[in-house]
């Protein structure tokens, strides 16, 4: 984006990522959330070196702006113990906050980005709008599909991938790390038209 920044934009956008922290998560749906950071990590060339705030975090310049990229290690339903110290350290404005978590109830490849709303039952999220203390705070939620028959749900996020999920999950993931990207660059409703898609809808 071009022109004079305002002193609106000089202050820093964060993105965070959910998930819960340990190896034995790594690899879960769960933690797709923490998948997609990686990825945004991996494409501006930096590690999550830094901890803060309960948090691995790292700083990045990109477009003439400052981007915070956080993965809270408080374990998923304690969040916001993480998120809302960490976005009053950097001093980000609410619109210039993305949660990046997923969602059983989007059929898995599905992406969206909303600019508000509840919590929808993710718990994880909702320990971050208590903490924050509004509702107005973007997100891109990440399908991962509900599990088949009568599995708990709670049980069904902390499991592994299927082999074919497996084989399409790095298209989901750079396309979760470009819908961030846009949402920087050209705003929520650009990211919105852009990425609100289910990726995998023309498969068998």
């Not at 934009?9 to 922290?21: A, F, S």
Request: net charge positive; hydrophobic share 40%; charged share 20%.
């Amino acid at each position: 984006m071009s022109g004079t920044i305002t002193p609106l934009e000089r202050l820093p956008y964060m993105i965070v990522g959910l998930g819960n922290p340990g190896k034995e998560y790594a690899q879960s749906r769960h933690n797709i959330g923490f998948m997609v950071l990686d990825r945004l990590a991996e494409r501006f060339g930096v590690s999550f070196t830094r901890y803060e705030q309960k948090a691995l975090v790292v700083k990045v310049n990109a477009e003439q702006r400052t981007l915070i990229l956080a993965k809270p290690q408080t374990f998923m339903n304690l969040s916001g113990q993480s998120v809302a110290p960490l976005a009053r350290f950097y001093q980000v404005p609410s619109d210039q906050l993305m949660i990046v978590y997923d969602d059983i109830d989007l059929p898995f490849g599905t992406l969206r980005v909303r600019a508000s709303g509840s919590s929808a039952g993710h718990k994880g999220m909702q320990s971050i709008l208590d903490r924050l203390g509004r509702q107005d705070v973007p997100r891109l939620r990440v399908g991962v599909g509900r599990p088949h028959g009568a599995k708990a749900a709670a049980q069904y996020v902390l499991r592994e991938f299927s082999a074919q999920e497996k084989i399409d999950l790095p298209l989901i993931l750079d396309r979760a790390a470009q819908a961030v990207q846009d949402w920087v660059n050209f705003g929520i409703v650009e990211a919105m038209n852009r990425h609100n898609v289910n990726l995998l809808a023309n498969e068998p």
